[in-house]
């Protein structure tokens, strides 16, 4: 159990486009997501807490406006990195925390999704 | 703001040799995890621990939890070569926000 994926798992897109991230918790209602930045051989960097029918909350230094984090259900959120730019080139990977229902994902626990590489042009 | 520091930040090391991996805070966490992470893909979780002072064996790693809740180490006995990967340590802030340490890359040689 506690599968959580990540889709496209890699995108090449041109500056100035939109790329949209999906993130899908498949066996469990996840209550909350987190979105993650990764750098290459470097640590992740949380960059917003995501709950279900909430807006998000943005770690200090990530700009809301360019990182755009929906979560309309308990199995799916959205991260969209509008007007992408070659900086924006990173690993991206969110994770999923149960609500601790009984048979369910224990609570404070979290599960990766694979990540998705984004190349911006 | 609250820091993991992991160290080392690298180690190479022989196959069959034992290690430790550190991971340090001022800040007390209610509970820590440890993940392995490989190129390319996300974190997948090795424990968690909860309880100061508590012990956690995992095969041939062995997971501690600081008294005071501020530290952990992870130590592997005989590494192997499918031990090689990147090391996270990562602390629950609160009750719902997990800071992440600044990593260990361990390479084991066959």
């Known amino acids: 159990g506690a599968v959580v994926s990540q889709h496209p798992s890699w995108v090449i897109c041109k500056s100035g486009t939109s790329v949209k991230i999906e993130c899908r918790s498949l066996?469990?209602?996840?209550?909350?997501m987190f979105w993650y930045r990764q750098f290459p051989k470097q640590s992740l960097m949380l960059m917003a807490t995501?709950?279900?029918?909430?807006?998000?909350?943005?770690e200090q230094g990530v700009e809301k406006d360019k990182f755009l984090i929906n979560h309309a259900s308990l199995t799916l959120s959205t991260l969209t990195v509008t007007s992408a730019h070659p900086e924006d080139s990173s690993f991206y990977i969110c994770?999923?925390?149960?609500?601790?229902?009984?048979?369910?994902?224990?609570?404070?626990?979290?599960?990766f999704g694979p990540g998705t590489r984004l190349t911006v042009l | 703001t609250q820091l993991l520091e992991q160290s080392p930040q690298f180690l190479s090391i022989q196959e069959g040799e034992n290690l430790t991996v550190y991971c340090n805070s001022s800040s007390v966490f209610s509970s820590l995890q440890w993940y392995r992470q490989e190129p390319g893909e996300g974190p997948v979780l090795l424990v968690t621990?909860?309880?100061?002072?508590e012990v956690k064996k995992l095969k041939r790693l062995t997971f501690q939890f600081g008294d005071a809740r501020k530290d952990s180490s992870l130590h592997i006995t005989a590494a192997q070569p499918g031990d090689t990967g990147l090391y996270l340590c990562?602390?629950?802030?609160?009750?719902?926000?997990?800071?992440f340490g600044t990593g260990t890359r361990l390479k084991v040689l066959a």
């Open positions: 990562a602390g629950l802030s609160g009750t719902y926000k997990y800071i």
């Open positions: 995501s709950n279900e029918g909430s807006k998000a909350t943005y």
């Open positions: 994770s999923a925390r149960g609500g601790g229902l009984a048979g369910q994902i224990p609570y404070n626990e979290q599960f």
């Open positions: 066996d469990f209602q996840a209550t909350t």
């Open positions: 621990v909860v309880t100061g002072g």
